[in-house]
C-alpha cells in the first residue's frame, strides 16, 4: 500500500470520528437540534437543561466512548505482538477478571461480613466501584508481574493469566451463589458496561491516566516492531525482550485496568479492532498500526455508543452487547474478505 | 595495518559450556575452549543431534551464561555488555521461519539497523543505504517492497542474511541457516555467505548438518562429538585425520574418504563383473552397490555386465544367456528375476 494511500485512510478515519462525535452528542432521548449543540460547546448558555445534558451527560460519556475504543485497541494490540496470539486481547493476563472480583467483593462481600464492607461502602459513596475494580485488577497486575520477572517465555506467562481469570471466575461464582438478588443485580448491571457512569470528577482521573498509557505504548512501537520477527530475532536486533514484556504489561494494566473500573469490562473491542486495522491498512508495522487502532477503535465505539441508544426510546442497550453484536458482523466480514490473520499469525 | 584492527574477531577465552544445575553438579558439555575466528574466515560448526552446536552457538552469542570464561568479540566480553552494545559486534540468523508475513522485505531488513536508531526508529540517510547495499548484496532490492509472505523460504533466509548485513557487526552467526531449504538453495546460501565473508571482511560463523557442503565452503571446521572434545582444523586435514569419519561413523553408513561422501552400507550379496568404465561405468557400479552386489573388475562366477557406451545399453551375460537392457532400472530388474 502506497504512503498516499494510508494517509488518505488516516484522514478518512479523522473524519468519519469527527462525524460520529456529532451523531453521538445529539442523539439521545431529549432531542436537541445540532446547531445548538455546537453552540453549547461552545459556551453559550442555550437552555439549562440542555446545558447540562449535553456537557454533563452527552459529552463524557462521548470522550468515554473514544478513550475506550481507543485504549482498549492498543492494548489489544500490543498484547497480540507480545504472545503472537490472535485471540490475545486487552484482558488476556487476568486484569478484568481481577477488577471484577473487586466489584463482586464490594457489592456482594457485604452480606458476608456486614460491619466492615458496610463501612467502606459508605465511606467511598459513589467512587466504591471504581476504587473496588482498581483495587482487584492491580492485586491481580502485582501478580502477573512479578511471575514476568521470574517467568522468561510469553506462553506460560499468557496461560498464568488465563488460570488467573479461572480462579478469580470461581470466587465470583461463590460470592454470587451467596448474595442476594438485589446486589447480584447491581454487580451484573455493571458486568454489561456503561459508558455513561463517568462523570467528570471521574473523568479527571480516567482521562490522564489512560493518555498515558497510550503515550507509553507509542514509545514501544520500536521494540513491538522487533518482536514481530520472533523474541530471538528481537534479542538479536538489542531489544530486551524482558523489559519490552514489562512495559507491555504496565502499559496494558494501566489503560485496561482503568477503563473497565469506570466502565465495566468491555469485551471484544481491544481482540476485534487490530484485525481490522491490519486487514485495512495491510500491515504488520506498528507504527501504522498503532496510530491506526486508536482511530479505528474511537470510531468503532463512538458508532457502538449511537447504536445502544434505541431511538425514540427512553432506555438503551448494554454496550457490551452492543459491541458484539454489531461488531462481530463487521469483523467476521473484514477477517473473511482480506485473510489478513493467516498473514499476521502464520 | 592500523592498532584497532584486529584480525581474530571472534575469541573464546577458556569458555566452559553447559548448563547450571541447582541440585546436582553443572552439566558441562564442552570446557577450555580456546576457538578463534579470523576476519574474512567462514567456519561451519559441524557434529551429529546433540552434540552441543545450539548450545555453543547460544552461549557465544552471549544468549546463555557459560560455566567458565568467556567469549570476545573484537576484544570485548559479550557476557559485560547489553543487548544494545552486544547488537553491534554481532547479528544472528536463525533456523526458524517468520511468524510474520504482512512484513515488507525491506521493513525486514531496516529492523538490522535497531542499534543505530534512536527510540522513534526513523532511519537516517546512512541507515537507509545501509538497507540498500544489503539488499543488493544478496540480491533482493527489486524485491525491497514486497510481503516476506509472497518469498520463497530460500529467498526468506536471503532476506535474513540481508538483515544481519544491515546490522553491519564485525561477527555474523547463522544457526542452521539452510535447514529448510532444496539443495540449489542450500548452495546458493553457502556460496554467498562464503563470498560475503572474503568480499566484507566480515567473521561469519555458522551451524550446520551439511557436511559435504562445509567440506566445499569453509574456511575452518569445528566438529563437535558426543563427548569429546572440538577438532579444529580445513576442511581437508579434518578428512585426512580420519576425525570426520569418527564423528560421523555408524553401523548403516560409512565415510568415504576419497569421494568425500557418505556410502550406506548394504548386506553384501555376490561378487559380480563389471565390463567398461567412465561415467556410465560409475553410475551403473552405484547402482549395483545399491542393491547390494560387490561389484569387481576381474572375472568372478558365471555373470557379468558389460557396457555398450555408444548406445547407452547394458548386456547381462549369464551362462552364455545374452539379455539387453535400455536402462539401469531395466538391468536391475532383469537381474533380480534371473539371478
Known sequence: ?346 | MSDNYCREILETDGLSIGYKQKRDEDLCLLSDLNLTVRRGELVCLLGPNGSGKSTLMRTIAGLQAPLKGKTLVEKMPIRERNFGEIARLLSIVLTERLQVGNLSVYHIVSLGRHPYTSWMGRLSEKDESMIKWALEQVGLWKYANKFINQLSDGERQRVMIAKALAQDTPLIMLDEPTAHLDLPNRVEIMRLLRNLAKETDKAILLSTHELDLALQAADVIWLMSKNKDIKIGAPEDLVLSGSIEDTFKNKSFNFDRKSGNFIMNYQKKQKIQLVGNDVMGFWTQRALSREGYQVTCEKTGHCSIHLIEDRMEWEIHNNGNITNCKNIQDLLLNLNTNL
Request: proline letters at 4%; a positive charge.
Open chain 1, 1 to 346: 500500500m502506497q504512503n498516499k494511500t494510508k494517509i488518505i485512510l488516516f484522514v478518512g478515519l479523522f473524519v468519519l470520528i469527527a462525524l460520529f462525535l456529532v451523531v453521538d452528542l445529539v442523539l439521545g432521548s431529549v432531542s436537541i437540534p445540532s446547531e445548538k449543540i455546537l453552540a453549547i460547546l461552545m459556551g453559550e448558555d442555550v437552555k439549562a437543561s440542555w446545558n447540562y445534558i449535553i456537557l454533563n451527560f452527552r459529552l463524557p460519556k462521548a470522550i468515554t466512548a473514544i478513550l475506550v475504543g481507543a485504549g482498549l485497541s492498543v492494548s489489544g494490540l500490543m498484547m497480540q505482538t507480545l504472545f503472537r496470539n490472535p485471540l490475545a486481547g486487552p484482558y488476556v493476563l487476568g486484569i478484568s477478571s481481577g477488577a471484577s472480583l473487586g466489584v463482586a467483593l464490594m457489592v456482594m462481600a457485604s452480606v458476608l461480613l456486614p460491619g466492615v464492607f458496610g463501612a467502606v461502602y459508605s465511606f467511598l459513596g459513589s467512587w466504591a466501584l471504581v476504587v473496588s475494580a482498581i483495587a482487584g485488577a492491580s492485586i491481580i497486575f502485582v501478580i502477573i508481574g512479578m511471575a514476568s520477572i521470574r517467568i522468561s517465555d510469553s506462553v506460560s506467562l499468557l496461560i498464568i493469566g488465563i488460570m488467573f481469570g479461572s480462579i478469580t471466575g470461581a470466587v465470583v461464582n461463590i460470592l454470587q451463589y451467596f448474595s442476594d438478588p438485589e446486589q447480584l443485580q447491581s454487580f451484573i448491571v455493571w458486568t454489561f458496561g456503561s459508558l455513561s457512569g463517568v462523570t467528570w470528577n471521574e473523568m479527571h482521573l480516567m482521562a490522564p491516566v489512560v493518555v498515558l498509557g497510550l503515550l507509553m505504548s507509542f514509545v514501544l512501537i520500536k521494540p513491538l516492531d522487533a518482536l514481530l520477527l520472533g523474541e530471538n530475532y528481537a534479542r538479536g536486533v538489542g531489544i530486551s525482550v524482558n523489559r519490552t514484556r514489562i512495559w507491555v504489561i504496565i502499559s496494558t494494566a494501566l489503560v485496561a485496568g482503568t477503563l473497565t473500573a469506570f466502565t465495566g469490562p468491555i469485551a471484544f473491542i481491544g481482540v476485534a479492532v487490530p484485525h481490522m486495522a491490519r486487514a485495512i491498512f495491510g500491515t504488520a508495522s506498528h507504527k501504522v498500526l498503532l496510530p491506526a487502532v486508536v482511530l479505528i477503535g474511537a470510531a468503532l465505539m463512538l458508532v457502538c455508543d449511537i447504536l445502544s441508544q434505541v431511538p425514540g426510546n427512553q432506555t438503551t442497550l448494554p454496550i457490551n452487547s452492543v459491541t458484539a453484536i454489531f461488531g462481530g458482523p463487521v469483523v467476521i466480514w473484514v477477517i473473511v474478505r482480506s485473510r489478513s490473520v493467516k498473514a499476521s499469525f502464520s
